[in-house]
């Protein structure tokens, strides 16, 4: 069995900062591609960013320049630092994973149960 725990949510003014945390735990052999995607009420759940085990990383455009993800692969964690926030920013927050268990040679995608941000004065 493998889980996702997020961590890292909360209430902030425009123009704070928060960073999210998904630590991966369980039977993992190794983890691909890792990341963030949003949903806000009412919408569609979007991507945030994505990071492959190499480092790469890929953002939706309207969070260039204000959001990092990044990882340890080491801890299976992936992280979200979060600046400059607007109200628009305002969603659940989900994190992804694609994991290979031990037992098998199959990457499966994984999501975390969501953490609440909310941007407001």
């Known amino acids: 069995q493998v889980q996702l725990a997020e961590s890292g949510g909360g209430l902030v003014q425009p123009g704070g900062s928060l960073r999210l945390s998904c630590a991966a735990s369980g039977s993992i052999f190794s983890i691909n591609a890792m990341g963030w995607y949003r949903q806000a009420p009412g919408k569609q759940r979007e991507l945030v960013a994505t990071?492959?085990?190499?480092?790469?990383?890929n953002y939706a455009d309207s969070m260039k320049g204000r959001f990092t993800i990044s990882r340890d692969n080491a801890k299976n964690t992936v992280y979200l630092q979060m600046n400059s926030l607007k109200p628009e920013d305002t969603a659940v927050y989900y994190c992804?994973?694609?994991?290979?268990?031990?037992?098998?040679?199959?990457?499966?995608?994984?999501w975390g149960q969501g953490t609440q941000v909310t941007v407001s004065p």
């Open positions: 992804r994973a694609d994991i290979r268990y031990y037992s098998g040679s199959v990457y499966y995608v994984h």
């Open positions: 990071i492959t085990s190499g480092g790469s990383t």
